[in-house]
T-cell receptor
Framework: NAGVMQNPRHLVRRRGQEARLRCSPMKGHSHVYWYRQLPEEGLKFMVYLQKENIIDESGMPKERFSAEFPKEGPSILRIQQVVRGDSAAYFC?????????????FGPGTRLTVL | AQKITQTQPGMFVQEKEAVTLDCTYDTSDQSYGLFWYKQPSSGEMIFLIYQGSYDEQNATEGRYSLNFQKARKSANLVISASQLGDSAMYFCAMRAQGGSEKLVFGKGTKLTVNP
């Protein structure tokens, strides 16, 4: 029973390049959350998606960041024209959102370094 | 708005002793959930324990227990019989019922278990 999968685990980009982070939720989970963790900080919510729908993107920066969760395949967090301030750990979590079962299980994270 | 406060940046405990990690929260919601996650140096986020706001009994999971005091708005994590492998960052988080149910995290407590 595989957990939440994220790849790549480490990603290095130069300023101005694009970063694509992938997340495959646990089997049976159709709800995906993305969080960002800056150094020495707790996790901050970015976006919540269900299949083919963005439900809550209140934590997403207005520019350069986008997320999707297509009908088939993993959820993708895309950062265009990365800047040094985007360097962080990005975590994906999934949940079945069943009544009484609402724990979010996290993937191992993707560590993005912008040079 | 919800807020989690963890006032202990670092804690030290001797192996085999018990330790309490503090967490206070602020919310105007009547229904909410409280979580603790462990983040070892390898970086992944590991779910430890969950307490619902309407749960009358304190949650327990093996060596972990949650000391839930609703009137004080506190949800302290108690680790009994500490082990060297418990050395990690510990994050308290809150989730509101309904809506996106995103998690709000505290800044974490770094626990070091000494032999």
């Amino acid at each position: 029973n595989a957990g939440v999968m994220q790849n790549p685990r480490h990603l290095v980009r130069r300023r101005g390049q694009e970063a694509r982070l992938r997340c495959s939720p646990m089997k049976g989970h159709s709800h995906v959350y993305w969080y960002r963790q800056l150094p020495e900080e707790g996790l901050k919510f970015m976006v919540y998606l269900q299949k083919e729908n963005i439900i809550d993107e209140s934590g997403m920066p207005k520019e350069r960041f986008s997320a999707e969760f297509p009908k088939e395949g993993p959820s993708i967090l895309r950062i265009q024209q990365v800047v040094r301030g985007d360097s962080a750990a990005y975590f994906c979590a999934s949940s079945p959102r069943l009544r009484g079962t609402d724990t979010q299980y996290f993937g191992p994270g993707t560590r993005l370094t912008v040079l | 708005a919800q807020k989690i406060t963890q006032t202990q940046p670092g804690m030290f405990v001797q192996e085999k002793e018990a330790v309490t990690l503090d967490c206070t929260y602020d919310t105007s919601d009547q229904s909410y959930g409280l979580f603790w996650y462990k983040q070892p140096s390898s970086g992944e986020m590991i779910f430890l324990i969950y307490q619902g706001s309407y749960d009358e009994q304190n949650a327990t999971e093996g060596r972990y227990s949650l000391n839930f005091q609703k009137a004080r708005k506190s949800a302290n994590l108690v680790i009994s019989a500490s082990q060297l492998g418990d050395s990690a960052m510990y994050f308290c988080a809150m989730r509101a019922q309904g809506g996106s149910e995103k998690l709000v995290f505290g800044k974490g407590t770094k626990l070091t278990v000494n032999p």
